[in-house]
Every structure is written in C-alpha cells, then in structure tokens.
C-alpha cells in the first residue's frame, strides 16, 4: 500500500508524521505541491506526495488510482518544478 493524500486523491499531498520538524517550511513546501498537483506536473493519473518525518523529507509521484509508487524525486527538483511553473 503507498503513502495516502491528507485530503483526497487530488487535494495538497503533504503527510505530517510526528518528530521533530523537518527543515524545509511545511506551508510553503504544501502550497508548492498542492499548486503542482492541479497543474498535473506529476502527469496524468499521478500526483505529488510529500511526507515530513522527522528531518527526513520524502517525495513521491504517485499513481492516483492505485496508489502505487511512480517514482521518488529530490527536493531540488520538486522546487525546480514550482519555479518553472511559476515563470
């Protein structure tokens, strides 16, 4: 079973699990992936999941049907992506 949306298939996808927080600021990383999922940077059928354990970030392209692990990116290119989104 994959990672699960906090609020839905296609809704802002950043799981928060408890820890320490994670240096990256969640709002700003979930504005980010939620403005990447309702462009469908992820492609067609799949978006962008994030989770935050800890100090350690995870980010995954997930199938939206079958929840099933696409790919995994680096925080690098999840931030490329929203800056050439945003250009």
């Known amino acids: ?7 839905g298939p296609v809704g802002p996808s ?12 969640p709002h700003t990383l979930e504005e980010a ?8 940077a992820a492609g067609n059928g799949s978006e ?5 354990e800890g100090h350690r970030l995870t980010i ?13 990116i680096s925080p690098p290119s999840l ?3 929203y800056r050439k989104l945003n250009s």
Do not use: Y
Request: glycine share 4%; hydrophobic share 40%; net charge negative.
């Open 14 to 25: 950043v799981n928060r699990n408890s820890g320490e927080p994670a240096h990256v600021d």
């Open 60 to 72: 995954q392209v997930v199938d939206r049907d079958t929840r099933e692990v696409v790919e995994q």
């Open 33 to 40: 992936v939620a403005k990447l999922n309702s462009a469908n």
């Open 1 to 7: 079973m994959g990672p699960t949306s906090s609020s």
């Open 48 to 52: 962008i999941v994030v989770t935050l």
């Open 79 to 81: 931030f490329r992506m």
